[in-house]
Every structure is written in structure tokens, then in C-alpha cells.
């Protein structure tokens, strides 16, 4: 069964500090890792994409890392901000023959960002 | 116009009552999504259209009742829901998955209505 763990479940952390999230699946086969971030009561946002070819990327403030080897990934948040008080959501897709993605979600991390 | 729109953003209704929610986006996309979110838990997949045609039920009771009457338009018909279907409702839409084409498609996600079912 594909699955999909984050951890922590939850994270506080001071404003201007620096913090990881992290992403273990067994979605097979694999065909890419995205990280969404969601605000209360809204819908999910694309942070970052990666393919099995792509170890790293970069969207400002954030960097996620992807060890297709390990199947693990990390979603690194520098410098934080009290607006990027949110859950971090990691999501799988695995490889299909359609024409439309399913996929498969964490149940994300929450972080909170305190002055 | 890069977004996915969703109306009504709330909405309460009773158990005997019929209504619908709306999603709309002119991207083009051709692949476009229904989910179910309840609180502190990741969305679930409720259905899949591609080119206008279902192509993906994931057991989904019948008083959910999806349309999709053109590429820019799906709807979600609701009749006789339970106070267990409220939840917070997310429509997304996305690129086809082409042969030959990108290896992903991205999703892009709608602000979703809160549903309240008394």
C-alpha cells in the first residue's frame, strides 16, 4: 500500500529561526515528491516538485531534498517568517498509465511561528 | 489566469436539502479533481475527470454526485448528506499526463468550500 509519514506531527519554532520537515514514503513506482504548503481552511499551495533525477530544489526561503535511493525527503524552511505558520503537506505520485496524477498525502506538519 | 475558483466558499445545509458546488478554471487544464479534507487530516481523492470523462471513483457514496459539463466547469451535486460529509471540499485541476509529455503534471488547488451538513 502506498503511504506516505511526516514528522514532527507539529513544530513550533521562533520567527527568523531555521527548520526541517521531514518525508518517508513507499509510493511505487515513483514518479515525483511535492511539498504543499496549506493555510487553515485553505486549499494546498506547490511549494517545490522533484523527480527521481532531481536531489535538490529550491523556491526562496524553502529547499527540499529528495533521496529517491532512501525514499526520503526534507523540506528546509530558512530564516522564518510568522506567514509561513502553516502545515507543510508531503505528497507522492506514482507513476500511472492515465492521463489524470493520483495521489498519495502525508498527514503534514504543523508549524507555528512565534514572535 | 492561473487559478481554480470555488463558490459557495460555506455552506450549511440540512440533511433533506440538495445543492451543488461549483469549480471553475480557465488554464486549460483537462484533468480536473474533487477531495475531501477534514480537519488536522490530509485531503482525500473523491473523484477524477480527465477530457470530461470519470475516470476515477474512488468509492465514493452516491449522494456526492460529480459533473463535469464542459473543460472549464465541475460541479459537485450533494443530496441527503450526513453531518459526517462536513468537511472543507477541494476541487483541483491540472495538465493531462501525455505520452511523450512532462513527467508530472502539477495540481493546482482550488480555496475550497466548508461544507456543514445539520
Known amino acids: 500500500k502506498n503511504q506516505v509519514e511526516q514528522s514532527p506531527q507539529s513544530l513550533i519554532i521562533l520567527e527568523g529561526k531555521n527548520c526541517t520537515l521531514q518525508?518517508?514514503?513507499?509510493?511505487?513506482?515513483?514518479?515525483?515528491l511535492r511539498w504543499y504548503k496549506q493555510d487553515t481552511g485553505r486549499g494546498p499551495v506547490s511549494l517545490t516538485i522533484?523527480?527521481?533525477?532531481?536531489n535538490t530544489k529550491s523556491n526562496g526561503r524553502y529547499t527540499a531534498t529528495l533521496d529517491a535511493d532512501t525514499k526520503q525527503s526534507s523540506l528546509h524552511i530558512t530564516a522564518s517568517q510568522l506567514s509561513d505558520s502553516a502545515s507543510y503537506i508531503c505528497?507522492?505520485?506514482?507513476?500511472?498509465?492515465?492521463?489524470?496524477?493520483?495521489?498519495?498525502f502525508g498527514t503534514g506538519t504543523r508549524l507555528q511561528v512565534t514572535l | 489566469d492561473t487559478e481554480v475558483t470555488q463558490t459557495p466558499k460555506h455552506l450549511v445545509m440540512g440533511m433533506t436539502n440538495k445543492k451543488s458546488l461549483k469549480c471553475e478554471q480557465h488554464?486549460?487544464?483537462?484533468?480536473m479533481y474533487w477531495y475531501k479534507q477534514k480537519a488536522k487530516k490530509p485531503p482525500e481523492l473523491m473523484f477524477v475527470?480527465?477530457?470530461?470523462?470519470?475516470?476515477i471513483n474512488e468509492s465514493v457514496p452516491s449522494r456526492f454526485s460529480p459533473e463535469c459539463p464542459n473543460s472549464s466547469l465541475l460541479n459537485l451535486h450533494l443530496h441527503a448528506l450526513q453531518p459526517e460529509d462536513s468537511a472543507l471540499y477541494l476541487c483541483?485541476?491540472?495538465?493531462?499526463?501525455?505520452?511523450?509529455?512532462?513527467?508530472?503534471?502539477?495540481?493546482?488547488f482550488g480555496p475550497g468550500t466548508r461544507l456543514t451538513v445539520l
Open positions: 522533484m523527480t527521481f533525477s532531481e
Open positions: 483541483a485541476s491540472s495538465l493531462p499526463l501525455l505520452a511523450g509529455g512532462p513527467l508530472y503534471n502539477e495540481q493546482f
Open positions: 475527470y480527465s477530457y470530461e470523462k470519470l475516470s
Open positions: 505528497v507522492v505520485s506514482a507513476r500511472n498509465t492515465g492521463t489524470a496524477s493520483k495521489l498519495t
Open positions: 518525508c518517508n514514503y513507499t509510493v511505487s513506482p515513483f514518479s515525483n
Open positions: 488554464m486549460g487544464h483537462r484533468a
